[in-house]
């Protein structure tokens, strides 16, 4: 059973930076693509940013372009997203995401293993 676990949420002004982390436990993390997706009150669950098992290929929605960095490290088991110039419009529960394959897509039932989740709130 492959568990996902996040941490680095909490309460950041508007500009303002957070780093969010989720370690997944098993032996196969690099056969993974990894997403975070992000559900704010009353809206869907959406896409924000991917990453190849490989590491070398990644997808940003356009919100996010220029603020926000996935990383991953397959020898720890963890992947990573810089989140910077953070706007109120951020505000959202993050969730990390194992997709079934390498490939990186955007599509949330792709993926096949979540985190619980860790909230994120950008104040004025």
């Known amino acids: 059973q492959v568990q996902l676990v996040e941490s680095g949420g909490g309460l950041v002004q508007a500009g303002g930076s957070l780093r969010l982390s989720c370690t997944v436990s098993?032996?196969?993390?690099?056969?993974?693509?990894m997403g975070w997706f992000r559900q704010a009150p009353g809206k869907e669950r959406e896409f924000v940013v991917g990453?190849?098992?490989?590491?070398?290929?990644?997808y940003y929605v356009d919100s996010v372009k220029g603020r926000f960095t996935i990383s991953r490290d397959n020898a720890k088991n963890t992947v990573s997203l810089q989140m910077n110039s953070l706007k109120l419009e951020d505000t959202a529960v993050y969730y990390c995401?194992?997709?079934?394959?390498?490939?990186?897509?955007?599509?949330?039932?792709?993926?096949?293993?979540w985190g619980q989740g860790t909230q994120v709130t950008v104040s004025s």
């Open positions: 990453i190849a098992g490989s590491g070398d290929s990644t």
């Open positions: 995401a194992a997709g079934r394959g390498r490939a990186v897509v955007a599509d949330p039932s792709w993926y096949i293993y």
């Open positions: 098993g032996r196969t993390f690099s056969s993974y693509a």
